[in-house]
């Protein structure tokens, strides 16, 4: 499936002509895949987690967002492919708008994909979350180590689908969770979403 086709969704539900938010089509992939954390203060306030597959950044709704503590398992909702210039965008989304609100980029970086068959063998990171379970190793500003994502519900009979996202831990290793929302600064600007929503950012 090409790109254009892969971000259908992304862009039917967004009119360019009123938010500044990336149509895509112009970035480039590097030599690692690319992953993304954003606090998105919309009808509800919660963190997007997105990670790079091929052409897109794979993307989940993560109301309580990611944390570094093995022991908290945090739901994760799959939403649509974005592109991936949408790993460097903060702003204001129009009030009216899908999604509409502010957003900031709380953490990014390089991830390493990790998941293997039973044999031991690689197994191709696009196919391995289609199977229902990935695992990977985040190097960001703010998040390190080994994650893994699963799904529990499949999405058939009438629910909506939903995975689980955890931190891989040994023994007794407990972090710090996940930082008060509103008082989390951006990796890129040091601004809050309060700061960045008294800027007027139309985004």
């Known amino acids: 499936m ?12 967004r009119d360019f002509g009123r938010t500044r938010e990336p149509e895509g089509g112009s970035a480039a992939s590097g030599a690692q ?3 993304v954390v954003q606090i998105h203060d919309a009808s509800t306030l919660h963190f997007d987690f997105r990670l790079q597959v ?11 967002g990611p944390s570094d503590d093995p ?16 790993e460097d965008f903060e702003g204001v989304i129009a009030k009216g708008e899908y999604g509409g609100g502010t957003v900031i980029v709380w953490d990014n970086g390089t991830y390493e994909p990790l998941s293997h068959d039973r044999k031991g063998r690689p197994v191709d990171f696009g196919e391995s979350l289609e199977r229902g379970h990935a695992t990977f190793r985040l190097s960001g500003s703010k998040l390190h180590g080994e994650y893994a994502l699963t799904r529990f519900r499949s999405g058939q009979d009438g629910d909506r689908e939903a995975w689980l996202l955890v931190k891989a831990g040994k023994g007794r290793t407990r972090g710090h969770g996940t930082p008060d929302p509103y008082r989390a600064r951006s990796v890129q600007t040091g601004r809050t979403l309060g700061q960045v929503a008294a800027e007027g950012d139309e985004g």
């Open 2 to 13: 090409g790109e254009k086709d892969r971000l259908r969704d992304y862009r039917g539900k």
């Open 33 to 35: 895949p690319r992953f």
């Open 54 to 64: 091929d052409d897109v950044l794979k993307s989940w709704s993560v109301p309580k």
């Open 71 to 86: 022991h908290d398992k945090r739901l994760a909702m799959p939403t649509e492919d974005h592109p991936l210039e949408y």
